[in-house]
């Protein structure tokens, strides 16, 4: 049968369903949404296909088996017109609109824009979809595309942040060393972008709920018989898709976080420097070079909140073997802990989720079906993991899951460890027939390797909650699928050292915080390689500390270790840089409680805010911080100064290093010397900031908040978010603002502050900053002062 054959007609309308039917083929089209409109073909079936563990709205957890997608209760169903006629029908909200032609089922897409609807997309003329296996194998979406468009998101992805006219595989691959600018694939499973059309200035977003490997076409591909497109093309599954209006780009990010659930609220220690390597954990007295660690931050006055404990802590031999204590490297694990906690470090151990086949564990195992099977036996499924080969964990079986979690509060917390590193887990299966237990329904594996990691994450997340009841669980996980931000922090893997892996990890980064997941960072110094240059390491450790996540890490070529002692004669630089990042912490940690209360992303790029300066559309290596900070990384070796463009808003920009004021929409050249990272904040800013004497050692906490006022007229106001930074309580509404507005006129700056909460603040006084070449008047809670210097308020 010709696809132009295939006519639908119209089979029920209930509960915000649509059905359309033709022969063998349905397509349920359900509005969820003013703004979001799912778009669902099945046509393979089982019981974990009805299943999702991205699609989440608003939620922190869910079951283990998944949320049924049958399941409308998160979602406000909204009221819709639907018309009807021969050749289409259409489907209306306030916002969107679709018209849906029957012949051959092409989708067209419209935003309602100043009480005017404006075509935003549309299904290819020619074979849209793979009815009746007319394209092959698999589960297709071709859609036109035009000049005009540009694509933003798919996670983690190499390349320039507009990915228009590439192609991208979906499948998660362990990449060591990639190439952060031509690597493909990746970690993680996201099949979502955005398309911004700069000619109507509107955007919308697509999420494909499907998690077996697929591809990406945005232009890379063109043929005649077809005209210009972009495809989808998963290899297993349903088409299973979400079509997100904006209009703007900051609309589908924060709805596309907000659909796949929330961001944890980790600690607050996980935003200071986490050191680690996985040369000392492989050292035959690895206790001892771990100690040495400790007191070379002791010695040289480097603040580090934590370290990551990387696998050789389980060697037997050459391997290495999860929930193995290696003795011999390590005689003492509890002495090992209590001296890094002694030294107020915590500690996050490495786990993998397969056990080679000489594991002491693994024939237990094996006759518990406890690992992917090999498919018709009962025998498991074997793979090539690191320098052997051996079983990946099935976290669909109850017993797997349930084992998981008892060994790690078995082998790492009941030792003190404090968090869950969970590395390794992209589940490399490339036997299409392996199978999964499927919670008592087999499924081959490739249809939900991703969900797998998402299970390994929640398995750790539910140990740590049940081991400590009332501490909040901080996990981090290399691999995942859309929505692994509601367990873990995460970063882009292991890189390679090279001048553009700054670079192209920030625009890596850029791309997971247009994909919802917004707590992340890179290996800083590269993990693969040989040792950063001086140079590229100061640069590296400049873009590291406006990252959530900011953790030396290595395991270089040539056995050397990338700490921040490495250069004697830079550690002057690299100590006061090491510091700065304490100086930010509690910016970035309100950052990171307005990306869990509001779905806000962390780092931006400038587009994200300045959408209508289509400057913010040329490829830069700028970002944005919270809402307020622009971070201008140097990224090109021997460069001492910086071309920077400030995008276009209304009140323009202070640069933080020398305070000078600029109108927005300039491109300026500022000095770049190795010791300095240009930065400008806009004016209206309030930004929270870790003051007082900051060390290894010191543990008072003083804070201070830097102001950069409007040149003319304007108010600003911002609510600093604190609490104990440890516990749960804040789910009880233990936790305090503090409050602070600022009224700016031509002769006056006013600011007052005011504090609300139940949390007791850990320090008594708040010291406010203004630029110091300021000539207006200032008052402060109604008092006025003489000049902008020793604004202190009691608390």
């Not at 509404?733 to 602070?740: A, D, P, Q």
Request: hydrophobic fraction near 30%.
């Amino acid at each position: 049968m010709m696809i132009k054959d295939i006519y639908f007609r119209l089979d029920s309308v209930e509960n915000n369903r649509v059905t359309l039917n033709a022969d063998n083929n349905v397509a349920h089209v359900y509005i969820l949404e003013e703004d979001i409109i799912r778009v669902y073909m099945p046509e393979d079936h089982h019981p974990l296909l009805e299943k999702t563990w991205s699609i989440t709205p608003e939620m922190e957890d869910i079951p283990k088996e998944g949320r049924d997608k049958s399941d409308l209760s998160p979602f406000s169903l909204p009221e819709f017109e639907l018309n009807q006629s021969d050749e289409s029908i259409e489907i209306r909200t306030n916002k969107i609109k679709v018209n849906i032609e029957l012949n051959g089922l092409k989708f067209h897409w419209f935003a309602r824009v100043n009480d005017e609807w404006i075509n935003i997309a549309n299904d290819r003329k020619t074979q849209s979809y793979n009815f009746n296996k007319s394209l092959g194998n698999g589960v297709y979406h071709y859609l036109e595309r035009t000049r005009d468009e540009y694509y933003y998101g798919l996670g983690e992805k190499g390349g320039p942040l507009n990915k228009a006219g590439k192609r991208y595989r979906m499948q998660t691959i362990d990449a060591m060393g990639y190439d952060a600018e031509n690597t493909d694939p990746l970690y993680k499973h996201i099949p979502y972008y955005i398309t911004y059309n700069s000619k109507k200035g509107i955007s919308y977003g697509l999420y494909y709920d499907n998690y077996s490997d697929s591809v990406f076409d945005l232009g890379n591909e063109l043929d005649n018989y077809h005209g210009w497109y972009k495809y989808y093309h998963a290899n297993k599954g349903n088409l299973d898709y979400y079509f997100i209006l904006g209009p703007h780009i900051s609309n589908i990010v924060q709805t596309f976080s907000r659909l796949t659930g929330k961001t944890i609220m980790p600690p607050k220690w996980s935003l200071g420097y986490s050191g680690s390597t996985m040369t000392y954990t492989d050292e035959p007295d690895a206790q001892e070079q771990l100690k040495k660690f400790v007191e070379s931050c002791k010695a040289f006055d480097i603040p580090c909140d934590s370290f990551q404990l990387s696998s050789g802590y389980t060697s037997i031999g050459d391997k290495r073997y999860v929930f193995n204590w290696d003795y011999t490297k390590i005689p003492s694990p509890d002495e090992m802990v209590e001296n890094f906690h002694s030294n107020g470090i915590k500690l996050c151990a490495n786990i993998k989720p397969a056990l080679l086949q000489d594991h002491p564990l693994y024939e237990e195992l094996a006759e518990k079906n406890y690992f992917i099977l090999s498919k018709d036996t009962s025998e498991p499924e074997i793979s090539q993991f690191w320098d052997d080969t051996g079983s990946y964990l099935d976290f669909t079986n109850e017993g797997t899951f349930e084992w998981w979690k008892s060994k790690v509060k078995e082998q790492l917390l009941s030792y003190g460890i404090d968090s869950t590193w969970n590395d390794n887990n992209e589940y490399e299966i490339w036997d299409e027939d392996a199978v999964a237990n499927g919670f008592g329904d087999q499924i081959p594996v490739s249809y939900i390797k991703p969900i797998q990691t998402m299970l390994m994450m929640k398995a750790s997340y539910e140990a740590q909650r049940e081991y400590f009841p009332n501490i909040r669980p901080y996990l981090i996980s290399r691999s995942g699928a859309a929505g692994l931000q509601k367990y873990v922090q995460t970063w882009s893997g292991d890189n390679f050292t090279e001048w553009k892996t700054i670079r192209y990890n920030i625009k890596m980064g850029l791309s997971l915080s247009m994909s919802g997941v917004y707590n992340f960072g890179h290996d800083v110094g590269g993990f693969s390689g040989l040792a950063p240059e001086p140079e590229l390491f100061v640069r590296w450790i400049q873009n590291g500390i406006f990252h959530p996540r900011f953790t030396i890490h290595s395991w270089n070529d040539d056995k050397t270790v990338n700490v921040p002692w490495m250069y004697p004669e830079y550690l002057d630089v690299i100590r006061g840089l090491m510091k700065e990042r304490v100086k930010w912490i509690p910016f970035l940690y309100q950052a990171l409680y307005k990306a869990h209360d509001q779905y806000k992303p962390i780092l931006t790029p400038t587009l994200y805010q300045f959408e209508h300066d289509p400057n913010t559309f040329v490829e830069n290596d700028d970002f944005i911080v919270g809402d307020y900070l622009m971070i201008c990384n140097v990224v090109e070796k021997g460069a001492r100064h910086r071309e920077v463009y400030l995008p276009d808003n209304i009140h323009g920009w202070y640069d933080v290093n020398t305070e000078e004021y600029y109108q927005g929409g300039l491109d300026i050249t500022v000095d770049a010397p190795l010791n300095t990272i240009p930065m400008f904040a806009q004016a209206g800013s309030i930004i929270p900031i870790r003051d007082g004497e900051i060390s290894f050692s010191s543990t008072e906490e003083e804070r201070g908040v830097l102001l950069f006022p409007y040149a003319g007229t304007g108010v600003s106001e911002e609510w600093i978010y604190e609490d104990d930074g440890n516990t749960l309580n804040y789910k009880e509404g233990i936790y305090t603002f503090i409050k602070v507005k600022m009224e700016c006129n031509e002769d006056l700056i006013e600011i007052h502050t005011e504090i609300e909460g139940e949390y007791k603040l850990p320090f008594h006084r708040l010291t406010l900053y203004l630029p110091e070449n300021e000539e207006r008047g200032i008052k402060v809670n109604g008092q006025l002062h003489a000049n902008n210097q020793n604004l202190i308020v009691e608390i």
